[in-house]
């Protein structure tokens, strides 16, 4: 994922909350959502887009709302990084980039806790920034590889690093004055299993309804992915969005088409960008065909996941997605952008999606029970 650099201040003062939507789309059905945060000077917005998912999940399924540690899980992927890059020489991806099945997986494995237990920030600190992070751990893996044998306690150190830039994790925590453990709080409070969410993506270099491990650089775990053709990629959404679930986007956002500033992602047609970017501009044809081209052209590449909570239309029929950003209250949506159903079909990488939602036809011919 693609760093982004901002100062923005995220002051949350009431928890469920709605976006600011355009008065020039229509919602059709939004899904409840916390409100938005600011990942800041950091890559993390896989652990953002993915928390957002589950907080919006266990509305939706009745379990309460939950305002989630975006960093403990951060810090526990750090740590799967840095066994994974170590034990392959160096010949591995570190980063902070990330994918939203690192989010489940650390759940299902590490457990999860309240953002009150654990922000990593450290005191006084009142925004995300991991450049001198990453680099401090990157540098440290580095060294490591230059001896011979690697040191057994080396871990040690690595979490002294991690607990230097993000302050020390609690084994415990009270919650509604009943302590937990970070695996007791996911189990028993959130009632988290890794086995309800399912990872989708679309592309034809791969069969159809067969899983396939995803060709992008952050997916250092090598996880694997339901394969669909576009159109039931593309109403697999709307269906989850239809019942009142929400799905993790991730996408290419470096182009410019994507404007969050205006609060519009639009695959305008034309070389020239619009004066003005409205709903029912003319937008590029797409289909199965150009999206792999731009995909093995490295043109789409995986930069940013974010989270989708809404489907919407424009005075001409057109349909959007409502998605909810990581880089704080910004544009005129107020942290949300409005995405063309063109936009979403040529850039999109990945989801991740409630199985709840999947529609029991495809459940069956992907073999999910």
């Known amino acids: 994922m693609k760093i982004r650099l901002t100062l923005a201040v995220l002051v949350c003062v009431s928890f469920t909350v709605s976006a600011q939507l355009s008065s020039d789309l229509t919602v059709v059905k939004q899904s409840e959502a916390t409100p938005v945060k600011n990942q800041a000077n950091t890559g993390t917005c896989w652990s953002f887009s993915t928390t957002s998912l589950i907080e919006s999940t266990t509305m939706k399924d009745g379990k309460g709302e939950f305002d989630l540690s975006e960093m403990y899980t951060v810090r526990a992927v750090y740590t799967e990084k840095a066994k994974n890059y170590i034990l ?26 309240p953002e009150g237990a654990y922000s990593g920030l450290l005191l006084g600190v009142k925004n995300h920034d991991h450049l001198k992070l990453d680099a401090q751990l990157k540098n440290y893996l580095d060294s490591l590889l230059k001896k011979r044998p690697v040191p057994a306690d080396w871990m040690v150190g690595f979490q002294g690093i991690l607990d230097e830039h993000l302050g020390k994790a609690p084994e415990t925590f009270v919650y509604k004055e009943k302590t937990y453990t970070p695996q007791t709080f996911a189990k028993e409070v959130l009632k988290f299993k890794a086995e309800d969410y399912v990872a989708i993506t679309s592309f034809s270099h791969h069969p159809f309804y067969q899983p396939f491990i995803l060709e992008v650089p952050d997916n250092f775990l090598n996880g694997s992915y339901y394969n669909l053709p576009l159109n039931e990629m593309i109403a697999l959404t709307e269906r989850a969005v239809q019942s009142g679930y929400s799905v993790m986007w991730d996408a290419d956002v470096s182009n410019r088409y994507f404007n969050q500033n205006a609060g519009y992602a639009i695959q305008w047609e034309g070389s020239e960008r619009p004066k003005e970017l409205t709903p029912d501009l003319p937008e590029t044809a797409f289909d199965q065909t150009n999206r792999q081209q731009l995909f093995e052209s490295l043109v789409t590449q995986d930069d940013h996941l974010m989270h989708l909570v809404g489907v919407e239309k424009s005075a001409k029929g057109k349909k959007f997605f409502l998605v909810k950003n990581s880089w704080g209250e910004i544009g005129p949506f107020k942290g949300y952008i409005n995405v063309s159903e063109a936009y979403f079909a040529l850039n999109t990488i990945s989801l991740v999606v409630p199985k709840a939602a999947l529609d029991p036809k495809l459940k069956s011919k992907l073999g999910i029970k």
């Open 88 to 113: 392959r020489q160096g010949s591995a991806q570190f980063g902070p980039g990330g994918l939203g099945h690192d989010v489940i997986r650390s759940i299902e494995n590490y457990g999860a806790m």
